[in-house]
């Protein structure tokens, strides 16, 4: 059975299906990571990957969507 990391985000400035899409597509492309889904209401990003990820590179994914991470 392989083992699952969860992380949770605040992501700023989303505010409709496109943010989500655009968020969903560059954070899930980070390597290891294997599911994201989106609260658009809440702004929460929740990423499952096969290891811990590097905080730094969810937030380089999440500005290249056009979005910050909030601090």
Do not use: F, Q, W
């Not at 989303?14 to 609260?39: L, P, W």
């Not at 702004?43 to 500005?63: K, M």
């Amino acid at each position: 059975m392989r083992s699952v990391t969860t992380s949770t985000y605040i992501v700023n400035g989303m505010s409709c299906g496109h943010c989500v899409a655009a968020v969903t597509e560059e954070v899930g492309k980070i390597d290891g990571v294997t599911d994201v889904a989106v609260d658009l209401d809440s702004g929460r990003v929740t990423v499952e990957s096969d290891a811990p990820l590097d905080a730094a590179a969810v937030a380089a994914a999440v500005d290249e969507a056009g979005y910050t991470v909030a601090a």
